[in-house]
């Protein structure tokens, strides 16, 4: 079974609207993270964002914020106010403790296209 | 600017060749992982290295070696080299050994073709 999927595999938003980039994970492990990511066209994979298994509060970084449903084991990236820079494919990644040896399971992405 | 620098950016290489990708972490971090990404795979851990001692393993050809050294920097060598290596290949460091909290910060990536 898939560990990470995101459901999306493109996505196009007008610019300025708020989008959502789906993730739902699968792990029967308390502690875990979650990461999302940024791979623009130059190639890149940038940082975005982190949530921890345990954390309560929905994780934010400026215009990114996580909408983390526990239960429902989702973990959405939320951009707000997106811009023609957002354009970029998105990666949801996961980190699980136990036997995993902590490596990063990736899902295979979402391509956002932010329209003027 | 992630802070984890890649050596070259491009390579242009023949089939049967080996060559050398470099890796420098941030400054500070510990653990270096090496990504393979290439368009049918997704991307694709290869190893990592803490403190100068291999830490995982993940799909890494026996093709493909890769090692720490004192300066905390890293290579991966790959040798014999097929049309299907050609891929992009990723360094990321992280400051500890790896913790489900733990962020890896990427370097830019180094573009592979085998020709």
């Known amino acids: 079974a898939q560990k990470i999927t995101q459901t999306q595999p493109g996505m196009f938003v007008q610019e300025k609207e708020a989008v959502t980039l789906d993730c739902t994970y699968d792990?029967?492990?308390?502690?875990?993270?979650l990461f999302w990511y940024k791979q623009p066209s130059s190639g890149e994979m940038i940082f975005l964002i982190y949530?921890?298994?345990?954390d309560e509060q929905n994780a934010t970084e400026g215009r990114y914020s996580l909408n983390f449903q526990k239960a429902r084991k989702s973990a959405n990236l939320v951009i707000s106010a997106s811009q023609l820079g957002d354009s970029a494919m998105y990666f949801c990644?996961?980190?699980?403790?136990?036997?995993?040896?902590?490596?990063?399971?990736w899902g295979a992405g979402t391509k956002l296209i932010i329209k003027p | 600017d992630s802070g984890v620098t890649q050596t070259p950016k491009h390579l242009i290489t023949a089939t049967g060749q080996r060559v050398t990708l470099r890796c420098s972490p941030r400054s500070g971090d510990l653990s270096v992982y090496w990504y393979q990404q290439s368009l049918d795979q997704g991307l694709q851990f290869l190893i990592q290295?803490?403190?100068?001692?291999?830490?995982a393993k993940g799909n890494i050809l026996e093709r493909f070696s890769a090692q720490q050294f004192p300066d905390l920097h890293s290579e991966l060598n790959l040798s014999s080299l097929e049309l299907g290596d050609s891929a992009l290949y990723f360094c990321a460091s992280s400051v500890g050994s790896g913790g489900t909290q733990e962020t890896q910060y990427f370097g830019p990536g180094t573009r592979l073709l085998v020709l």
């Open positions: 792990t029967s492990d308390q502690s875990y993270g």
């Open positions: 290295y803490y403190n100068g001692e291999e830490r």
């Open positions: 990644a996961m980190r699980e403790g136990g036997d995993s040896n902590y490596q990063l399971i």
């Open positions: 949530q921890g298994s345990y």
